[in-house]
């Protein structure tokens, strides 16, 4: 099992720079997480990708937040972060976390959501 759990979001100005967290819980002898990312869901509209993080750190970024957007991970505190720069209306939508793990034995792979968190862009 994981257990993802974000946090950080809530209602920003337009330009504003928030940092939203998502703190990953898992069982290290039994799962190995090799990737993580962020996803987005505005009103009305299909769920999209943000932004990837894998283990070596590689990124990937949709070209709506590119420039504006930092994905990154603390493995100490196995927590990932999205920073979010110069913030527009077009960037409201329920923010999800999201991990690739691996299960040790089976080498079985499954994504993993958290619940969603709200950021509102408005002035």
């Known amino acids: 099992q994981v257990q993802l759990v974000e946090s950080g979001g809530g209602l920003v100005q337009p330009g504003g720079s928030p940092r939203l967290s998502c703190a990953c819980r898992?069982?290290?002898?039994?799962?190995?997480?090799?990737?993580m990312g962020w996803y987005r869901q505005a009103p009305g509209k299909q769920r999209e990708l943000v932004a990837t993080?894998?283990?070596?750190?590689?990124?990937n970024y949709a070209d709506s937040v590119k420039g504006r957007f930092t994905i990154s991970r603390d493995s100490a505190k196995n927590t990932m972060y999205l920073q979010m720069n110069s913030l527009k209306p077009d960037d409201t939508a329920v923010y999800y976390c999201?991990?690739?793990?691996?299960?040790?034995?089976?080498?079985?792979?499954?994504?993993?959501w958290g619940q969603g968190i709200q950021v509102t862009v408005s002035s």
């Open positions: 993080i894998t283990t070596g750190g590689s990124t």
């Open positions: 999201q991990a690739d793990a691996i299960w040790v034995n089976s080498r079985t792979m499954n994504t993993y």
């Open positions: 898992y069982s290290r002898s039994t799962i190995n997480i090799n990737a």
